[in-house]
């Protein structure tokens, strides 16, 4: 059975947790069990199973009780991690806060398989060496993030001990595994009829593509994962999307039946658009947390444009700050809604515990170029920041001539047609370099006018053409 745990006091195992610690001496946050803090915020959905988990688990990770060992996966069917990843990681940063070990589990050879979970066809065949490529991507990323919370977030967290972190990959193991074998220990434990009930599995049965052996094992190898962790590594906690769940019953059966041991599953919510589709690779609309793939402008940008309706739940699941914060950031705001203050709030501490303090720096200068027009924003940028505040823009190196002139300029970028056309275009007022129009086209640059310190200028040719010209032995 599966408990759910959201924050409703009256009843289940997160209501339980609440009545228990309202009826206590107020005491500092930290002190507060985990699963309770984290139902508070909602980060914390379900538990598997759920009578055991509501009788041995809170006692399990109560402070003061040895630490823990808690996993959570992540196939590695692209080279990034992306914002639907997220609320996992934060998890997994919960965790450790509260001096518990986590394992980042990459997926390595899983990812060559595909989870059925949540999909309507089977994804397209990995070939090992890319599977490679995209674990050795998804590893660096996920120790950026640990490193980013360590250094940046965590000296502020009260000097407590801060768990240890481990980044694994299941291919290690995985392509060392006997067929047979696994075949015998493995698929000898677990049942077949449970697998078919699931509703991953049912649903692609029922598709006219149907279900292929891969994807139908895919559940008995992730379980094998949650064996493997357990018997090397003593996790007793695997932690997933909600999406997860059918999953995770896999490897609770797999564990208890080979080792006779308790463990426990936890899912988090899964984070839609506003349309309600899941964010991710397969949807089509990934937020990446790769620079090359998502700028920190762009990352930033999609955290300050959510509208109030999610704005306080998204800091409560994305942010480390307190909920009285919380609740003030959100009194202040009902005073002074123009100013958006939750949304940056929100956007800074995401841009910063993925990019760091040099990425919202980065996200910040190119808001500033962007939306304020603000010209000491952009001579501060540097040629990476341009190219990915304005993707779609042609870059072009050029040389100052003597006398060249806004006329000049613009043929040898190619924004305007040669002719009466191009010219007339300047004298109407459709150009502009660096955010000032001019209609002079004879008009000679000028250092630091025209050209900033930098050794840019931002041409704009009516209202959306954006050129970027960087010039050469100033």
């Not at 075949?183 to 009829?193: D, E, N, P």
């Not at 991953?200 to 139908?216: H, I, K």
């Not at 914060?325 to 009902?334: G, K, T």
């Not at 053409?465 to 050469?472: D, S």
Request: glycine share 10%.
């Amino acid at each position: 059975m599966v408990m759910r745990i959201g924050c409703r006091r009256a009843a289940g195992l997160c209501g339980g947790l609440s009545r228990r610690i309202h009826h206590q001496p107020q005491r500092a946050p930290a002190a507060k069990g985990l699963l309770a803090a984290q139902c508070e915020r909602g980060l914390f959905q379900e538990v598997f199973p759920a009578q055991r988990a509501e009788e041995g688990l809170p006692a399990l990770l109560e402070p003061g009780q040895p630490p823990q060992t808690v996993y959570c996966g992540f196939d590695a069917t692209a080279d990034s991690l992306h914002v639907g990843h997220l609320l996992t990681v934060m998890g997994l940063l919960h965790f450790q806060r509260a001096g518990h070990n986590v394992i980042a589990l990459v997926g390595g050879a899983t990812a060559r398989l595909g989870d059925p979970s949540g999909r309507t066809k089977e994804r397209e065949p990995l070939s090992e060496e890319l599977a490679r490529e995209h674990a050795l991507g998804l590893r660096e990323g996920l120790r950026r993030l640990f490193d980013n919370h360590h250094q940046l977030f965590w000296s502020a967290a009260g000097g407590a001990r801060l768990g240890e972190v481990m980044l694994q990959d299941n291919a290690w193991w995985l392509r060392r595994e006997p067929v047979v074998g696994f075949l015998c220990g493995v698929g000898g434990r677990l049942r077949m009829g449970t697998l078919l009930s699931r509703q991953s599995c049912q649903a692609r049965l029922r598709s006219t593509e149907g279900m292929s052996l891969a994807e139908f094992l895919y559940p008995a190898l992730q379980a094998y994962d949650f064996l493997h962790l357990h018997r090397h590594h003593g996790c007793r906690i695997q932690l997933g999307g909600a999406d997860q769940m059918g999953n995770i019953m896999s490897g609770y059966e797999l564990v208890t039946k080979v080792t006779g041991e308790d463990v426990f599953g936890i899912t988090v919510p899964l984070i839609t658009s506003t349309t309600g589709d899941k964010l991710g690779k397969s949807a089509g609309n990934a937020v990446w947390l790769n620079r090359d793939k998502t700028s920190p402008f762009e990352l930033y940008q999609f955290f300050v444009r959510q509208p109030d309706s999610t704005v306080e739940r998204y800091l409560k699941l994305f942010t480390f700050l307190p909920l009285p914060e919380i609740e003030h950031v959100m009194e202040m705001h009902a005073k002074e809604p123009e100013k958006w203050g939750p949304q940056k709030r929100l956007a800074a501490e995401v841009t910063k515990l993925v990019h760091g303090k040099e990425g919202l720096e980065s996200a910040k200068r190119c808001t500033k170029a962007l939306y304020y027009s603000n010209v000491e924003a952009l001579e501060a940028m540097s040629d990476q920041e341009l190219q990915e505040l304005f993707r779609e823009a042609p870059f072009a190196e050029l040389l100052l001539e003597p006398g060249m002139s806004v006329l000049d300029l613009c043929h040898k970028a190619n924004a305007i047609p040669d002719g009466p056309s191009g010219y007339r275009k300047i004298t109407d007022g459709g150009v502009s370099i660096n955010y000032i129009q001019v209609t002079n086209p004879e008009t000679v640059l000028v250092i630091g006018q025209h050209i900033l310190k930098n050794g840019v200028s931002l041409l704009k040719i009516g209202k959306k053409n954006f050129y970027i010209i960087k010039w050469l032995q100033l």
